[in-house]
């Protein structure tokens, strides 16, 4: 009947869209901002008509007062329909059909022209939320119904599952709703009853909806009525929904038997999870000798444990290991949060399989626990991680400081010596120092100092690179000049002292071992 009703486009709504989810949310949190403000106004002019009634009895102040209690009275509904969030009740699992029986008790006195017809399937399973929202929703479906019925009627609420989903129906066989009119059920204050308040369905919506639940109607004037909710019974509301998986429980496991005992789904499930990481698993591990998937049951168990001390020194090693072989940052964030899903999952499903009561708030504290104890392992990770690069730059640093200042001999007399990279002062201080002594020590007559592999150098560096020059030359050995670039010449050329009346440049390393050797050679 729903279908056909469909397709013809008559007196039926699917309101489960976010399009009308947010229009809703937004009208109830105007509407419960607006009642805020009103009601303290309100509340004062009824206290100053307490007094003007202390006064004398006037039939006008009484007609005002009562009005203004319903005012007050339609308020107070509606901030409370519109904050649910209000008394901030914990989630918790509910058998809805369990629920249902009892809010049906709660109409009994008015049941005695209304036959109930239950048909409760999967009771079994549970969907988790809040508990008293929901409840309240199922009381106001009813309501409406029962208040549907003219006379007798028949009332048949059915339980079942559906997919991933529980579903529970509420038909009347009462007077249905006009085409026009089902657009605006669930907006705050519509209603066709005289004593209605309007604000049943609106609450029922935003529950449902707040739950990642549907709401469906589907009613026929003077037929009546069905209303279809439809709730994800997998899903856990911490934003971060876990996924049912096949999994061993063995009663009164803990969760890291469970964990252990089902290790092996872990690994197909994080391996999904990280879709980029997992081809590099075999390349980090020749890399760096580092065992990812290892890692990970190591990981879960410190947290799961809340073994927190290795679990710290843990991340420690980890981020050293990562600096030392350079391995990718982003495979290991992307490798870090897949455990944390896997986990979540693994744990959303041990819930599921050893639910009671008693448990339900210990769920909820070893969710953020485990939160927490990934932070913090992330944490530590990436200051070992940055520790340790840093302290790798430093050394890497003082190496080249200390490089030994190559000058390679042609012959008894002649010495190249070629500079690479960086040159700054504190290097050519132990150019300086080097070149000097060999000098001294070897006799060397020509010294060709070759410049074409080095980087351009700050005017400090050419000023002291000359100071260098006149003191070689100040020792008797001639200095050639080879591979000198454009900017380094500009330099040199401004520079008072000038390189001309104390070396002899060549263009290339080439030329000049040409002139020296087969030349000048004496
Ligand atoms: P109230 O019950 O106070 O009027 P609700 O939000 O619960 O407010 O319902 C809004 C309106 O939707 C009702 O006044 C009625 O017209 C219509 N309605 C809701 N449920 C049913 C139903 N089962 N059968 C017929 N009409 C319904
Ligand atoms: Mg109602």
Known sequence: MRAELKQEGKGYVEPGNDTHLSQLASVGQIAAGIAHEVKNPLTAVKGFLQLLEQDGRNEYIEIAQSELDNALTTLNNLLQV???????EAYQTIYLAVELESILNLFQDKLYNITIHTEFNHTNIPIVGRKNQFKKAFFNLIKNAIESIEGNGTLTIRHDLLKDDVIVTIQDTGVGISKDKIPLLGTPFFTTKDQGTGMGLTQVFSVIYQHDGKVMVDSKE??????????????????????????????????????????????????????????????????????????????????????????????KQEGIAWAKYSLTLAFKLEWIQAIRRTLWDFLYNFDALSNT???????????????????????????????????????????????????????????????????????????????????????IQSLIIDLSGVAPMEIESTNKLVKIIEGITMMGCKIILTGLRADIVKRLINNETGFTPLAEFKGTLQQALNDVIYHHQP
């Open 82 to 88: 519109s904050k649910p969030d209000l008394e901030d």
């Open 222 to 315: 003077n037929q009546g009525t069905k209303f279809t909710i439809r709730i994800p019974h997998k899903k856990v509301m911490s934003q971060k929904g876990g996924r049912t998986l096949n999994l061993h429980y063995v009663e009164k496991a803990s969760i890291k038997d469970f964990f252990f005992e089902n290790q092996k789904i872990f690994d197909e499930r994080l391996l999904n999870e990280a879709i980029n990481v997992k081809d590099k698993i075999d390349e980090i591990h020749k890399i760096g000798n580092i065992n990812l998937l290892a890692n990970a049951h190591k990981l879960v168990l410190y947290v799961v444990e809340e073994r927190e001390h290795e679990l710290i020194s843990f991340a």
């Open 357 to 443: 009561e008693a448990e339900r708030s210990a769920f909820f504290t070893l969710e953020k626990q485990i939160n927490e104890s990934i932070d913090q392992f992330l944490t530590y990770f990436f200051i070992s991680y940055s520790k340790y690069k840093d302290e790798l730059l430093d050394i890497q640093r003082k190496l080249v400081e200390n490089l030994p200042v190559p000058i390679i001999p042609i012959n008894k007399e002649i010495c190249i010596l070629p500079l690479i990279g960086t040159i700054d002062p504190q290097r050519l201080s132990t150019i300086q120092d080097k070149v000097l002594t060999e000098i001294e020590h070897h006799h």
